[in-house]
């Protein structure tokens, strides 16, 4: 049986997490969204099984939400984690911080709220982006890189995609740091065959200005 995922079929966004481990271990599965009326269908199944936002993953009868849950809950079945509960647990708490930084992320671009447009916020957005690039990557990305070298696992393939998300994003400030831990992780994941096919294809969905990481130059410095 196909697992289902269901998150927004226009950005990568939290979803793109949960993407790349089923790409990545060539699992069998439909990303709901993308479907005709799919949309639909996923609001529907919210309702259903009373989740509070996408992605979800719905496995047979088990429906599981939160990405870093997701992840915890496939890891040993797509061969992306050890069965061992201490080394999962581990693998966990590394992608609950990765969940951390991607509301610091968010927050560069809406650090006032999420129902007011990016230009409505910009001056508070410009404050935020400064203190984010100079002591929140380096901060995040510091303990990340002392966490990239470990065993291949779904956290390996998220901190590709926040390495792929911060290059798009803050083109200008990755230029200047070095994270030679986190740089060949980044290289050695896209090399893998079945994700290199997937980051190819039209599968892949673009990063854009509705996503987690948005491209600004002002807040680039």
Sequence with gaps: MSYELYYWPSIQGRGEFVRLALEDAGADY?????????????????????????????????????????????????????????????LLQLQLTITDFLVEVHDTHHPIANSLYYEDQKPESQRRAKSFRESRIPKFLGYFETHATLPFSYVSLSLFQVMEGLHYAFPGTMKKLRYKNLARLREKVSERKTLREYLMSPRRIPFNQSGVFRRYPELDG
């Design 30 to 90: 439909v990303d709901i969204a993308r479907q005709k009326s799919g949309v639909d269908k996923m609001m529907k199944a919210m309702a259903r099984h009373r989740v509070f936002a996408p992605p979800f993953l719905k496995d047979g009868k088990r429906v599981i939400g939160q990405t870093a849950l997701i992840l915890h809950y496939l890891g040993p079945k797509l061969r992306l984690a050890p069965k061992a509960e201490a080394e999962r647990l581990r």
